[in-house]
């Protein structure tokens, strides 16, 4: 599965932006669809994830603004982004993680969100 992300800008805080993920290869293999980020001089954290039946889950600090959804038959994964704070400013992974695995194996390129204050 290959993954590219796209839909990163500068945006003014309070604003939205639409993130998207195109896989090749297909998604509905794939147990588990997530989004990323990673801020300069921090780590890599979970920002949502979806699975195969639909559930969601957020990062404590993007609840009630984010929304991650997923078409298979698309093979597209979105994370719309709404409200956004300067502290939102990260760079934005897309991944994928079949049920076999524990972890997230495949990653799409960075797309990077700005949001300025």
């Known amino acids: 599965v290959q993954l590219q992300a796209s839909g990163g800008g500068l945006v003014q805080a309070g604003g939205s932006l639409r993130l998207s993920c195109a896989a090749s290869?297909?998604?509905?293999?794939?147990?588990?669809m997530g989004w990323f980020r990673q801020a300069p001089g921090k780590q890599r954290e979970l920002v949502a994830a979806?699975?195969?039946?639909?559930?969601?889950n957020y990062l404590d600090s993007v609840k009630g603004r984010f929304a991650i959804s997923r078409n298979n038959a698309k093979n597209t994964v979105h994370l719309q982004m709404n409200s956004l704070k300067p502290e939102d400013t990260a760079v934005y992974y897309c991944?994928?993680?079949?049920?076999?695995?524990?972890?997230?194996?495949?990653w799409g390129q960075g797309t990077l969100v700005t949001v300025s204050s």
């Open positions: 979806i699975n195969s039946g639909g559930n969601t």
């Open positions: 290869g297909g998604i509905f293999s794939m147990n588990t």
């Open positions: 991944a994928a993680k079949p049920l076999s695995s524990t972890s997230f194996p495949y």
